[in-house]
């Protein structure tokens, strides 16, 4: 009799350093291992997709379609994998059926074979136009069902999706457990499920954040899976994967086939083990087992991208409230799975309830197409009152949002022009247009520099060098670690740093050129009525008024972005507009007077 085969992807070149060291290493450092992977054995490796694609134009100063040809040239014969959001590819919203198409087609020239393709909201619309452009390229498309806890979600819930999704042609499926919310019981029962109503694949990917991961893979085994995902040791654990090396010697162990080599492996996974040292600065608090996931369902990233937020303003002692809202501001939204992009959305509304002392007093933008349709779908039932307080008279959408979105890519080729060298120029444009721009033009001008890694501390030293200090600010201490800077030569100035572990980038300009070009520089600060502020701190996306211009109550007068979401900053009186002190780009905290109104 056979042994049972169980075959497994390694996450060790996309979600393992995603998780740990914030999606931080560089191609150089993934070359070297790749002789050891490509022959060890896996049936995938997930090398792409996810937050590389950002990581690789905002810090490491790559070309992400230059590093997956590189590593497909490195691993000719091992499946290559990546993560797509759907409809929103690797940004923040939704792309135009041309754009997805595109980007499926030369994802699949450049290298991936297997497409891992999921809905924040598990809106089966939003998968169609991605499923079958991967089709269309001869590659392998897998469906996913992004898991999560409601009173909306069930196991008939996700083998509802998971037979729409057969209907549309997938090869796979993937449960895709993105906060360890997964429990064993639960495991089995889900995967017991889709292997007796459908004749797929079934995978198991399961972050090892509530310290369940390895038992719900042991409880999927026995129900029936048939591929899961795991990690190198040398990147496992936390909120990352089980490790690989385990996993292997357990199942052989128990008698199943994985395929794979231990020796193999431990040669990559010694490589591995030096990497990680290299990016010590990128190493998280949050990098442990944590089990008030459990209660809160708020993935790490997620919490630590919180806590900054409210540091920033001195707030930090508010997050046990933030975290009380988050639930419940989920649940007006119809229980939204808290995945990117609505983890972002649903954290940053809770963050403004909270800090303005009033629910809802401000709607992010985000939150208001969300209640209108834009995002597609809402799992459960929403707010009435809030839809209403937040759409207005605007129609609402009840079909694929994509529908309503004219194609986009000769407009946006257009828009990048000369700086873009190719269709993935273009593309990298449409995924982050600021941050592409950036790119491109450095790139044009020969001045490509990655953010500098710290040297390790020397033995015997406290480990503190020049580029590492703390600050107390409002009674609350940061360690800060300066990671790296954009040339002197540029006139507005990124520095990369990690604060309390977890990473951010600040945009600075010469305080001289900033108080020339905007009249800012230390600003007022709000006494009187008719004079605007905000509730958060963030950056000015755009002024919507001009000096004489009329306004009334209640119209907006400016947007902000905080937590990548915009949020329009309304008049509380009507009048007219006698100051603007703000400009496009300016970052600005609560109380600043940013536009009075007389």
């Not at 190198?232 to 199942?251: D, I, K, N, Q, Y």
């Not at 929403?382 to 309503?404: C, F, S, W, Y």
């Not at 980038?505 to 108080?515: N, P």
């Not at 502020?533 to 972005?561: C, H, R, S, W």
Request: aromatic residues 6%; negative net charge; glycine residues 8%.
């Amino acid at each position: 009799m056979s042994k049972r085969k169980i075959h497994i992807t390694d996450v060790i070149l996309r979600d393992a350093h995603q998780s740990l060291i914030a999606t931080r290493m560089r191609t150089e450092d993934m070359l070297p291992a790749c002789e050891w992977l490509d022959k060890a054995g896996y049936w995938s490796l997930e090398c792409w997709g996810g937050a590389t694609f950002d990581a690789c134009v905002r810090f490491l100063k790559e070309d992400p379609w230059a590093r997956l040809r590189q590593l497909k040239k490195a691993l000719p014969n091992t499946r290559l994998q990546m993560l797509l959001r759907g409809q929103n590819l690797l940004g923040y919203r939704h792309y135009a059926d041309d754009v997805v198409e595109a980007f499926c087609q030369k994802a699949a020239e450049n290298g991936i074979d297997v497409f891992r393709i999921f809905d924040a909201m598990n809106d089966v619309r939003n998968l169609e136009t991605s499923i079958k452009a991967v089709k269309k390229a001869g590659k392998h498309a897998q469906g996913t069902l992004c898991y999560t806890i409601s009173p909306v979600h069930d196991t008939q819930t996700f083998l509802d999706q998971a037979k729409a999704m057969a209907d549309m042609g997938i090869d796979s499926i993937a449960i895709k457990d993105m906060a360890g919310l997964l429990t064993p019981s639960a495991t089995a029962e889900l995967v017991s499920a889709l292997k007796k109503n459908l004749d797929l694949p079934v995978f198991l990917h399961s972050h090892y954040t509530s310290g369940m991961a390895t038992m719900c893979q042991w409880a999927a085994l026995d129900a029936g899976v048939d591929h899961i995902d795991t990690a190198l040791s040398a990147f496992a654990g936390g909120t990352s994967h089980p490790p690989t090396e385990s996993v292997v010697a357990a199942l052989h162990d128990a008698g199943y086939e994985t395929g794979l080599d231990l020796e193999l492996l431990e040669h990559a996974n010694r490589h591995f083990r030096d990497v990680r040292k290299k990016y010590h600065q990128f190493e998280s608090e949050y990098n442990g087992v944590d089990t008030a996931v459990l209660l809160s369902q708020v993935p790490g990233g997620m919490m630590s991208n919180l806590a900054n937020q409210l540091k920033e303003q001195g707030a930090l002692e508010k997050i046990r409230e933030v975290f009380i809202e988050i639930p419940k501001v989920r649940a007006d939204l119809g229980y939204p799975p808290l995945v990117t992009p609505t983890s972002q959305l649903v954290g940053a509304q809770a963050v403004a309830n909270v800090l303005t002392g009033k629910r809802y007093e401000t709607i992010t933008n985000e939150v208001k197409k969300y209640l209108q349709g834009w995002y597609g779908k809402a799992p459960g039932e929403i707010d009435k009152d809030l839809q209403r307080r937040a759409v207005g008279n605007e129609e609402l959408i009840d079909e694929r949002p994509a529908n309503l979105l004219p194609n986009e890519f000769h407009k946006l080729k257009a828009q990048i022009g000369d700086l873009a060298e190719s269709e993935e120029d273009v593309l990298t444009f449409a995924m982050f247009p600021d941050q592409a721009r950036t790119y491109l033009e450095q790139r044009q001008a020969g001045t490509l520099q990655p953010e500098p890694l710290e040297p390790l501390p020397s033995a015997g030293s406290s480990g503190n060098i020049s580029t590492e200090f703390k600050i107390t600010v409002h009674g609350e201490s940061y360690d800060v670690h300066v990671t790296g800077a954009s040339p002197t030569s540029e006139t507005k100035r990124r520095f990369y740093m990690t604060i309390d572990g977890v990473p951010e980038e600040i945009s600075l300009e010469s305080l001289g050129e900033f108080q020339k070009s905007s009249g800012a520089g230390k600003r007022e600060k709000v006494t009187k009525e008719g004079q605007v502020t905000t509730t958060m701190p963030g950056n000015i996306v755009d002024v919507l008024v001009k000096e004489g211009e009329e306004v009334a109550a209640g119209d907006p007068v400016l947007v902000i972005e905080a937590m990548k979401m915009e949020t329009e900053i309304k008049a509380a009186v009507s009048g007219k507009v006698t100051a603007v002190h703000i400009q496009k780009g300016d970052r600005v905290t609560p109380g600043d007077v940013l536009v009075e109104i007389g």
